[in-house]
């Protein structure tokens, strides 16, 4: 039985829940399989880092879908929101609420994920939080992780009762048009977090990636860790990835996180001018 803090449905009410995706071994599917209408619910509770039912996080969910109709159209609107805010890291990412995001003004995946479920939850649209493993590839050139794969998060949105998958608001815009051109100009598929060909769009309809593509299988995650509320259910339940999480990984991390927001920055300024030492 998972449960590491108390978690709320909409009307308040307290849930436990026995998650059979907060294992350590493999999810069933990296694109998600919960097809169960009763099920649906399980997915629309609220979390500490989730903080949905917070007037401000309420808010900007009324006004970004204030004139759309369907879930889908709100879903898309939630994720043009998250597309445009910047990429960057933050150091604390596994524990940084969404409000937190909000201040920040910059997500990396996890965070802007936490921002993207709640906005989506807060307006009744099951959502959930699924991470993965990934190759250190598609961090070429913004970081070196010393060959160590990974942890990736992205979100999954029921719609028309399917799950839809989708990360291309991970990497805003411009940055995303920038490492798609150094990419090509490299001759690499895989960098400065995004592939060649990965979507920056997302029409609610499919599934969208732009960290990997089917196409490239080498590009494919290399595990599937299966789907969570928030960044802290996943590194709390998961002995692998909690385990890594040491104090010397996390200042690790913490030094590194810069280093990829002044790289980052730089690549938006000129993708063809190299980074500065």
Excluded at 50 to 56: R, S, Y
Excluded at 57 to 84: D, W
Aim: charged share 20%; aromatic share 10%; proline share 5%.
């Amino acid at each position: 039985m998972l449960d590491f803090y108390p978690r709320k449905t909409p009307e308040g009410q307290i849930v436990k829940v026995d998650s059979g995706f907060g294992h350590s071994g493999p999810g069933h599917s990296w694109l998600g399989t919960l097809s169960a209408a009763d099920e649906a619910q399980r997915w629309l509770v609220n979390t500490p880092l989730l903080q949905f039912d917070h007037p401000k996080i309420r808010l900007l969910a009324t006004r970004l879908t204030a004139l759309k109709a369907t879930p889908r159209e709100k879903a898309v609107a939630c994720f043009l929101h998250l597309r445009s805010i910047p990429f960057g890291c933050i150091a604390d990412s596994t524990g940084t609420s969404a409000l937190a995001v909000m201040r920040a003004g910059k997500g990396d995946c996890h965070s802007k994920s936490t921002l993207m479920i709640a906005l989506l939850r807060s307006l009744g649209i099951p959502a959930r939080m699924r991470f993965v493993t990934m190759k250190p590839d598609f961090l070429h050139g913004i970081i070196d992780t010393g060959g160590q794969p990974i942890e990736h998060a992205y979100t999954e949105v029921l719609l028309d009762d399917d799950w839809q998958s989708v990360d291309s608001y991970v990497v805003d815009v411009r940055l995303a048009v920038a490492a798609k051109a150094r990419l090509t100009m490299e001759k690499r598929s895989l960098g400065y977090g995004m592939h060649r060909d990965g979507a920056i769009s997302w029409d609610g309809s499919t599934s969208s990636f732009g960290q990997f593509t089917a196409n490239d299988p080498a590009s494919m995650p290399l595990h599937d860790w299966g789907a969570f509320d928030d960044p802290y259910q996943f590194y709390s339940s998961v002995a692998y990835v909690r385990d890594r999480l040491n104090w010397s990984s996390r200042f690790k991390w913490m030094v590194g996180a810069r280093v990829v927001n002044r790289k980052v920055n730089q690549l938006r300024d000129n993708p063809r001018k190299p980074f500065n030492t």
